[in-house]
T-cell receptor, first 113, second 113 residues
Framework: DGGITQSPKYLFRKEGQNVTLSCEQN?????MYWYRQDPGQGLRLIYY???????QKGDIAEGYSVSREKKESFPLTVTSAQKNPTAFYLC????????????FGPGTRLTVL | AQSVAQPEDQVNVAEGNPLTVKCTYS??????LFWYVQYPNRGLQFLLK??????LVKGSYGFEAEFNKSQTSFHLKKPSALVSDSALYFC???????????FGAGTRLTVKP
């Protein structure tokens, strides 16, 4: 899992609550990403950030928000507007060039009760 | 827009036999191609990538992949499978000039003793 940490590992949320997933990297990478993984669907991009104080929506950004105030940190907030948030969430980072591979954190499993 | 397909949900091989996990892609430009492996409840680990040059790419843990432009394929191979290779494998593609990476749905590899 390299130098990327995600917390918590497991998270339980009641319907109507916002929750924030933490992602920190000490790899000095410029780019960071959030993916959602559901069984049989691979990874779907939620948000990505190529540089501090800038981020772009991915394919499934609705109901999610992010911030990138520091190079090392890219927290994801799952809002109450996300209708089906139960999933495995993966954070990744890369040096920043298009040819570079991504390094993934261990993931956070979010369950809505 | 780029896309990637992994036509097999499941691949079963006997230990010691060669294995192949298939991947085909679609891009408008030139592809950057990647293979990742995921163990249960973990993040993805990078195996290998094709950027340019030699069509046969060697990666971690004895895996290799062959880029075939005419067939738009990037199949993952290993000459002799180990039980410990059992995991979920993801192919990913990024088109030159595109910021985001597209992942396949994944192929579950099971190596039986």
């Amino acid at each position: 899992d390299g130098g990327i940490t995600q917390s918590p590992k497991y998270l339980f949320r009641k319907e109507g609550q916002n929750v924030t997933l933490s992602c920190e990297q000490n790899l000095n990478h410029d780019a960071m990403y959030w993916y959602r993984q559901d069984p049989g669907q691979g990874l779907r991009l939620i948000y990505y950030s190529q540089i501090v104080n800038d981020f772009q929506k991915g394919d499934i950004a609705e109901g999610y928000s992010v911030s990138r105030e520091k190079k090392e940190s890219f927290p994801l907030t799952v809002t109450s507007a996300q209708k089906n948030p139960t999933a495995f969430y993966l954070c990744a980072s890369s040096i920043g060039q298009l040819r570079d591979e991504q390094f993934f954190g261990p993931g956070t499993r979010l369950t809505v009760l | 827009a780029q896309s990637v397909a992994q036509p097999e949900d499941q691949v079963n091989v006997a230990e010691g036999n060669p294995l192949t996990v298939k991947c085909t892609y679609s891009v408008s430009g030139n592809p950057y191609l990647f293979w990742y492996v995921q163990y249960p409840n973990r993040g993805l680990q990078f195996l290998l990538k094709y950027i340019t040059g030699d069509n046969l790419v060697k990666g971690s843990y004895g895996f290799e992949a062959e880029f075939n432009k005419s067939q738009t394929s990037f199949h993952l191979k290993k000459p002799s499978a180990l039980v410990s290779d059992s995991a979920l494998y993801f192919c990913a593609v990024r088109d030159t000039g595109s910021n985001d990476m597209r992942f396949g749905a994944g192929t579950r590899l099971t190596v039986k003793p």
